[in-house]
């Protein structure tokens, strides 16, 4: 079991190469959006970055995938 003298609110900085050493540089997420006045879905890089838009959820994740992106699902 992990024990942890810190308080579970503490936040820590994590450099830009531990996360390139987890795979985090191939994570996108997925995400239901409003775009133009239109039901979509929106692939985001793992910063946060907007990447494109689809009107579809599985257009939106075989995108990503032929990108060599792993995509998660944010509800």
Known sequence: MFT???DATDTYEISDLVMSMVGVEYMA???P???EGEDGFAVFAADGT??????????AYFTAKQH??????LH
């Open 50 to 59: 907007q990447l494109a838009v689809f009107d579809s959820h599985e257009a």
């Open 29 to 31: 997420y997925i995400k």
């Open 68 to 73: 060599n992106l792993e995509p998660v699902n």
């Open 4 to 6: 942890s003298d810190t």
């Open 33 to 35: 959006v409003l775009h």
